[in-house]
Structure formats: structure tokens, C-alpha cells
């Protein structure tokens, strides 16, 4: 690996299938940990990419049907993995695992474990480990998760009082994922005035995340000053990123401001920009399956297409009217509809459906922050 690592570190560009093959390198020789941050510093992944580090979950029960049992740097790295695609039901067969051998629930695997269930959706069993391990102190991992349950259960006292904790109680100083997820904790309870407030009282400047779950919130409320403010930020922060011109042009366009739209975009086709495509994973019958935003390349891409006019035939008859105004003007109102049907966390749920028994319970896992 050592000698893999400096012709890879050398590269002037680096292409998807040279950070590939070095990540499926890594973990062929047992450094799950490096794979993973390499993995994070991807520019870019695609399904060879998500397939790579599912391996991960692979060799686990591998190694556990060859009799030999895994370390907890093996079952840390698997429920990382799991977390990260949104494996539940093998979350929880390694969860079970843990609980079968008696396998002491010590910092690391109670914190992964915390970080699975919140991450795939799970919050109140989320919540029951994060109770089993009243005896450990909790690390600055512990407190992600558990805030990520508040935020998406709605508590705003609760994860305030959280943050709190993490430095009166634990002397935990807050990272910027704690930051943005107490922004995001305000502006998903309409609290707008408080986000942008405790972003403004942030002893570090918020980067590029922070601001985003700014913009999700006020687009959200309408807000349409507050979202040109944080686009504005956005585009300060990373201007060669497409997804920011993107967010203000639509802004103006929801204004009626068509000049404003117009310089945006212009300034949008004279720069180099880039663009991070929009990724959705859903777990059907322990396989985890990837789509992309736009995907007619999958086998039953037909069928899933058709089981998305359904749906959306059957949500317009209870009064479903699309939310097209966030669409860029200048394509006709049929055609924003149909950018709006082809996201990959629809293509996923159509999958879903196809795929799985009514009433089941059907998670999708996205790899952005952010909606194009």
C-alpha cells in the first residue's frame, strides 16, 4: 500500500477509478479507517465507490461464518459502514451479534451504535442505547447523534440543552458538525431569526454546511431575504460549486427578479463550475440498492418510472400540486415537473415499493446535504 499510495499521491488529476482502487486496496489489507477517510475526501463517488465500502459489512460476516470473531475495530468500521448507506437490518443482525456474544458495550461500539440507528432513522432505539450506556462518558460522536435525533424529532429545549452539555457537563468543545446541526435544529422548527442568530454568536466562522442548512431553512418558511443572504454566503465560500448559482438563481426566480436570474446564470456558464451528483440508497432484502438523480440505466428503470407516474397520479388525486417556483424559469412548466420527478430519493422509493410488502417501514439514505 505504501508503494500504491505515492504514484496515487503524485497524481496532477485523479481519476474515480484510481480513488477506487486505492480504497478497495486499503481494505483488502484491513486499514478500514484509512479507506474511510479517503472515502469522505472523494471529490466525486459512484456506485463502484458505495459497493467498495459495503464490502466492508461483507467481510464481517465472513469472518464470523469462518469462526473467527472480529475486534472491535471490525464491528466499529461495520456499523460505520452500515450507517453510512443506510443498512439497517444489518446494523441490527450485528447489533444482535454484539448482544448474543456478550460483547462489552464499551465507548466506541456504543457510540456506533448510537451513530447506525440515528443515522438510518431508527431514533428510539437510537435513544435506548444511548440509555444502556449511562455508565461511559459520552464523546463528541455521541452528541452528533444524539442531536440528530433531536433535530429531526423536532426538540428544539432538549438538543439546546444537549449542546449545553457538551461543554458544562463533558468539556466537549463543539466541531463544526455540532454547530450545523443546531442550525439545522432551529430552522427545521421555523425558528429562523434564532439560526441565523447562533450563527452570527459562532466563535468559528461557519463554513459552507452551516449556511446550507441556513438555505433549507428559509426556502422552506419562504423567506426569500434570508435565502438570498445564504446564498450569497454559499457562493462567497465556494464559488466554483454549480449548486450555489443554482440557489440564487432560483431565489430571484421566485421573485420575478428574471435580470438578476439572467447575470447569475451568465456568471454560471464563463466559470468552471462543479457538481457532486445526487445519490440515494435503499436496503431491500439485506442488498443495499444506489440511484442517481436522472437514472435510466438501471435494469428495471421502465418499471421504476411508471411506478412514480402512479404515485404521483394517485398524490394529485388527493390534491398534490408540485413545488415547481425553486425550478430555474426558463423551462416550461411540464418540463420542471419532470426534473422534479427524476430525483434519486424518488427513484428510490419507487424501488421500494416495487420491492417490499405494504406497510413496511422504507428508509432512503442521500449522500447531499442539499437538493438540486
Not at 443482525?93 to 431508527?122: E, F, P, R, W
Not at 449542546?163 to 429562523?192: C, N, W
Not at 418558511?221 to 465556494?238: D, F, G, P, V
Request: aromatic share 8%.
Amino acid at each position: 500500500m505504501k508503494k500504491a499510495m505515492e504514484p496515487f499521491e503524485a497524481m496532477p488529476e485523479r481519476s474515480l477509478a484510481s480513488w477506487n482502487s486505492l480504497i478497495n486496496g486499503l481494505l483488502r489489507n484491513g486499514d478500514s479507517n484509512q479507506a474511510w477517510k479517503l472515502f469522505d475526501q472523494m471529490p466525486e463517488k459512484n456506485v463502484v465507490s458505495w459497493t467498495t465500502m459495503a464490502n466492508v459489512i461483507e467481510d464481517v460476516f465472513r469472518m464470523l461464518e469462518e469462526g473467527v470473531r472480529p475486534n472491535e475495530l471490525t464491528i466499529v468500521s461495520a456499523l460505520s459502514a452500515c450507517a453510512r448507506i443506510g443498512a439497517l437490518k444489518t446494523g441490527v443482525q450485528i447489533h444482535n451479534y454484539i448482544s448474543d456474544n456478550a460483547i462489552q458495550l464499551n465507548s466506541a461500539i456504543g457510540t456506533a451504535l448510537v451513530d447506525m440507528y440515528a443515522k438510518c432513522g431508527d431514533i428510539e432505539q437510537a435513544n435506548k442505547v444511548f440509555g444502556q450506556t449511562k455508565g461511559i462518558k459520552p464523546d463528541e460522536i455521541a452528541f452528533l447523534a444524539i442531536l440528530t435525533a433531536c433535530s429531526h424529532s423536532g426538540q428544539v429545549n432538549l438538543g439546546l440543552n444537549f449542546f449545553d452539555s457538551m461543554t458544562l457537563d463533558y468539556s466537549i468543545e463543539p466541531t463544526m458538525k455540532h454547530y450545523t446541526l443546531m442550525v439545522d435544529l432551529l430552522g427545521r422548527a421555523g425558528q429562523l431569526k434564532e439560526a441565523l442568530g447562533f450563527i452570527e454568536s459562532m466563535p468559528i466562522d461557519p463554513d459552507f454546511v452551516v449556511w446550507g442548512a441556513l438555505f433549507c431553512a428559509w426556502r422552506t418558511h419562504k423567506n426569500i431575504e434570508m435565502a438570498e443572504l445564504a446564498s450569497k454566503k454559499l457562493l462567497e465560500l465556494e464559488p466554483k460549486h454549480r449548486g450555489n448559482y443554482v440557489f440564487l438563481s432560483n431565489v430571484y426566480a421566485a421573485v420575478g427578479r428574471w435580470e438578476a436570474v439572467e447575470s447569475v446564470r451568465t456568471l454560471m456558464q464563463k466559470r468552471p463550475l462543479e457538481k457532486d451528483p445526487g445519490w440515494s440508497n435503499i436496503e431491500v432484502g439485506g442488498r443495499v440498492h444506489s440511484f442517481i438523480v436522472g437514472h435510466n440505466s438501471h435494469e428495471n428503470a421502465d418499471e421504476l418510472y411508471l411506478k412514480l407516474e402512479e404515485v404521483t397520479a394517485a398524490a394529485r388525486f388527493q390534491g398534490y400540486q408540485p413545488e415547481t417556483k425553486w425550478v430555474l424559469h426558463n423551462i416550461e412548466e411540464e418540463e420542471k415537473e419532470g426534473s422534479l420527478g427524476s430525483h434519486s430519493e424518488k427513484l428510490a422509493l419507487a424501488f421500494g415499493l416495487l420491492h417490499t410488502s405494504t406497510g413496511m417501514t422504507r428508509r432512503i439514505m442521500k449522500n447531499l446535504r442539499i437538493c438540486l
